[in-house]
């Protein structure tokens, strides 16, 4: 289960100060077996796919597969733990 | 397990997909989904399942409301799918809402009324059928 690097990007151009888009990136880690490609995706936490300006979840450039952004909550704790694990490990 | 969403959709274009609901690692059946206006624009738009089967984008995962744990379950998807839904075939309702903020319509079904299959068909969606405003919307659903 690799982790990858995403650019989101936030096209909610009303909710910008200059009206321009927002591009920003994170990590996200496969983990989730996409139904009809059968190909593993990347689970983002939620709080990293955030626009920065306006706190719309962003969308990923990522044409492999689908992208799941999980809430940043309790019900997730395990794999938001195991998430964050997994990013440190490729970044050390 | 119990979920819901809430989101400000992005797509306010005529012919364009609003909002798509996908399920995820299982299968879903919705309760509820519900929209309000976000601009003061006229809107007509309407309710049922895309003509192809969507791929890609990023799934925004619904919060499980009954703060159970486990894999990820469905959500929505705003735009940036690389198949993008087509038009329902046929809507399984229409709605034109008068174009103030706030104006708004909910619809709720009864458990297994409507079944998502794990992303292997084709999704429900909210359609614009006209240049709309963007939608404050909510949908609830059991995984």
Request: glycine share 10%; charged share 15%; proline share 6%.
């Amino acid at each position: 289960m690799s982790v990858v690097e995403l650019t989101f990007r936030c096209e909610r151009l009303t909710s910008h100060r200059d009206g321009q888009s927002r591009e920003w990136t994170a990590f996200g880690q496969e983990r989730v077996m996409d139904p009809l490609s059968q190909e593993f995706s990347p689970v983002v936490v939620a709080t990293d796919a955030m626009c920065p300006e306006c706190s719309n979840t962003g969308v990923a450039d990522y044409q492999a597969a689908t992208v799941y952004v999980i809430p940043a909550d309790e019900s997730n704790r395990e794999s938001i733990s195991q998430i964050r694990e997994a990013i440190e490990g490729a970044e050390a | 397990m119990p979920y819901e969403r809430g989101d400000l959709t992005t797509t306010a274009t005529a012919a364009s997909v609003s909002e798509e609901f996908r399920a995820v690692g299982r299968d879903a059946t919705i309760l509820e989904w519900g929209i309000a206006l976000n601009a003061a624009t006229a809107s007509i738009f309407g309710l049922g399942l895309s003509g192809n089967t969507p791929a890609g984008g990023t799934v925004a995962v619904g919060a499980n409301t009954a703060r159970g744990g486990g894999a990820p379950g469905g959500g929505t998807i705003l735009s940036g799918q690389s198949t993008p839904p087509t038009i329902p075939s046929t809507f399984w309702r229409r709605y034109g809402l008068p174009g103030a903020i706030g104006n708004g319509v909910f619809w709720a079904w009864n458990l297994d009324d409507i079944i998502i299959p794990n992303a292997a068909g084709a999704s429900p969606i909210i359609w614009n059928l006209q240049l709309n405003s963007v939608f404050n919307s909510y949908i609830k659903w059991e995984e």
